[in-house]
T-cell receptor, first 110, second 109 residues
């Protein structure tokens, strides 16, 4: 069964560094999403992406964040100048109708 | 007040018991999702529904649009069902899923 994959599974970075989280959506899906879950809290929507552009973003998704689909398969989330409070699980999802989630990347900012 | 509320927050059951997890939402929706989050953190989509009832194996999801309420039932529960179950509402004309805080289920042998 096709699945969404994410790399790396765990990323440790120092405050102020840039990180890129990678996702490979299911191949025939058209809509792509990033979510965040801070430890012990609920999942939060960050951004949705369709037809090579952002279709919606939350108030969390400020200028520190950017998304890109650099080729036909990858979907990336870039976080510039990371802060301690960016430490969280980041989930990618893709859909035609129903969303399918990836296993997540645990980002730890020290 | 949260737009999506789940109850109970924690649930303990003996293997074989019938489980019900409830979700109430205050927003209008085009669809409601039930998700399962494993102890390692990964999220699996269980159901997406906008009316009525859906069944997959031992899992049943129902929704009452008028009452803004959905339930997830697990029949003949098993220890491998132990996970966090999350309800998420999708309002109309938006991609922004609104997540509940989850129900942590533990099923003991």
């Amino acid at each position: 069964e096709p699945e969404v994959t994410q790399t790396p599974s765990h990323q440790v970075t120092q405050m102020g560094q840039e990180v890129i989280l990678r996702c490979v959506p299911i191949s025939n899906h058209l809509y792509f999403y990033w979510y965040r879950q801070i430890l012990g809290q609920k999942v939060e929507f960050l951004v949705s992406f369709y037809n090579n552009e952002i279709s919606e973003k939350s108030e969390i998704f400020d200028d520190q964040f950017s998304v890109e689909r650099p080729d036909g398969s990858n979907f990336t989330l870039k976080i510039r100048s990371t802060k301690l409070e960016d430490s969280a699980m980041y989930f990618c999802a893709s859909s035609v109708v129903e969303q399918y989630f990836g296993p997540g990347t645990r980002l730890t900012v020290t | 007040k949260n737009e999506v509320e789940q109850s109970p927050q924690n649930l303990t059951a003996q293997e074989g018991e019938f489980i019900t997890i409830n979700c109430s939402y205050s927003v209008g929706i085009s669809a409601l999702h039930w998700l399962q989050q494993h102890p390692g953190g990964g999220i699996v989509s269980l159901f997406m529904l906008s009316s009525g009832k859906k069944k997959h194996g031992r899992l049943i999801a129902t929704i009452n649009i008028q009452e803004k309420h959905s339930s997830l039932h697990i029949t003949a529960s098993h220890p491998r069902d132990s996970a966090v179950y999350i309800c998420a509402a999708l309002p109309p004309n938006t991609d922004k899923l609104i997540f509940g805080t989850g129900t942590r289920l533990q099923v003991f042998p």
